[in-house]
Nanobody, 117 residues
Framework: QVQFVESGGGLVQAGGSLRLSCAASGSTFSINIMGWYRQAPEKQRELIASISRGGYTNYADSVKGRFTISRDNADNTLYLQMNSLKPDDTAVYYC???????????WGQGTQVTVSS
């Protein structure tokens, strides 16, 4: 019954910033680690950032130093602050629970981020 709804995507120029949000609902009490994924056209979906309930974070090298993942546990909301955006960041961005056994049923529609040069 877990649902994730992503929002905040859009069109931005290179060097700009964007903040994505992920609203979670349903039986999320058992989820510890949440993450952001992205999928560019004709490429594999990749995990780019993750965060535990305690605030421990991990980032892919491609976004380290530019993106910041955070969460509001009380509101069941996940965020991704994206700075210094590059055209290579263009993708559909999704949130999910990367280590939850039921994660494959949780995928939302994602939110499109397009970075122009």
């Amino acid at each position: 019954q877990v649902q994730f709804v992503e929002s905040g995507g859009g069109l931005v120029q290179a060097g700009g910033s964007l903040r994505l949000s992920c609203a979670a609902s349903g039986s999320t009490f058992s989820i510890n680690i949440m993450g952001w994924y992205r999928q560019a056209p004709e490429k594999q979906r990749e995990l780019i950032a993750s965060i535990s309930r305690g605030g421990y974070t991990n980032y892919a090298d491609s976004v380290k130093g530019r993106f910041t993942i955070s969460r509001d546990n009380a509101d069941n909301t996940l965020y991704l602050q994206m700075n210094s955006l590059k055209p290579d960041d263009t993708a559909v961005y999704y949130c999910n629970a990367p280590y939850d056994s039921r994660r494959f049923a949780y995928w939302g529609q994602g939110t499109q981020v397009t970075v122009s040069s």
